[in-house]
């Protein structure tokens, strides 16, 4: 099946720095999900994003389909981004579940 | 317009006893889905259903894991004679299937403790 990679594993921050996280994955998809997991466990949706670019505020996200890859990035960090960064995937073979990368665990501090 | 809901939100069992876990989805949408989370993972898909057919099922999915949807609104998930390995985040998801658009929305989870 299809794989997910995400990077890095962990990431530290100074509030107001700026970061990227990657998103790597093996086979072509339908469908992909960028998620913040809040310390409550609740995954709430960043960006819907199977192709090309959005932005939304200090976040922006940028996914090349042909190259299987998916970039989030975050401006201007705040502690209240800090936590669990998920990429998932939904596989073109027509399968409608998403298949989720290990999460990039973001600490910001003031 | 109301999000996706999971009841309980938290449930500690003892290890042979069954639970049940209900979710409602957001009204509109006709996919739903049932994912498990265990620390330091990320989810892991379990079982989705399509209104009331549930078309596909995880490996994951034991014999002892049941999961309906009558009626195609909301679902339960069953688990009989839990072990301490069923210990974990079961997350619900709902989706609109029609526009070409799949996006998932999240429940807030029912955390399980087996003891």
């Known amino acids: 099946g299809i794989q997910v990679e995400q990077s890095p594993p962990d990431l530290i921050l100074q509030e107001g720095a700026n970061s990227t996280l990657r998103c790597n994955f093996s086979?072509?998809?339908?469908?992909l999900q960028w998620f913040h997991q809040n310390p409550w466990g609740q995954l709430i949706n960043l960006f819907y994003?199977?192709?090309g670019t959005k932005q939304n505020g200090r976040l922006s996200a940028t996914t090349v389909a042909t190259e299987r890859y998916s970039l989030l990035y975050i401006s201007s960090s705040q502690t209240t981004d800090s936590g669990v960064y998920f990429c998932?995937?939904?596989?073109?073979?027509?399968?409608?579940?998403?298949?989720f990368g290990s999460g990039t665990r973001l600490l910001v501090r003031p | 317009d109301t999000g996706v809901s999971q009841n309980p939100r938290h449930k500690i069992t003892k290890r042979g006893q069954n639970v049940t876990f209900r979710c409602d989805p957001i009204?509109?949408?006709?996919?739903l889905y049932w994912y498990r989370q265990t620390l330091g993972q990320g989810p892991e898909f379990l079982t989705y259903f399509q209104n009331e057919a549930q078309l596909e099922k995880s490996r994951l999915l034991s014999d002892r894991f049941s999961a309906e949807r009558p009626k195609g609104s909301f679902s339960t998930l069953e688990i009989q004679r839990t072990e301490q390995g069923d210990s974990a985040m079961y997350l619900c998801a709902s989706s609109y299937a029609g526009t070409g658009l799949s996006e998932q929305y999240f429940g807030p989870g029912t955390r399980l403790t087996v003891t």
């Open positions: 009204s509109e949408h006709n996919r």
């Open positions: 998932a995937v939904e596989s073109a073979d027509s399968s409608y579940k998403l298949i």
């Open positions: 086979d072509s998809v339908n469908n």
């Open positions: 994003i199977p192709s």
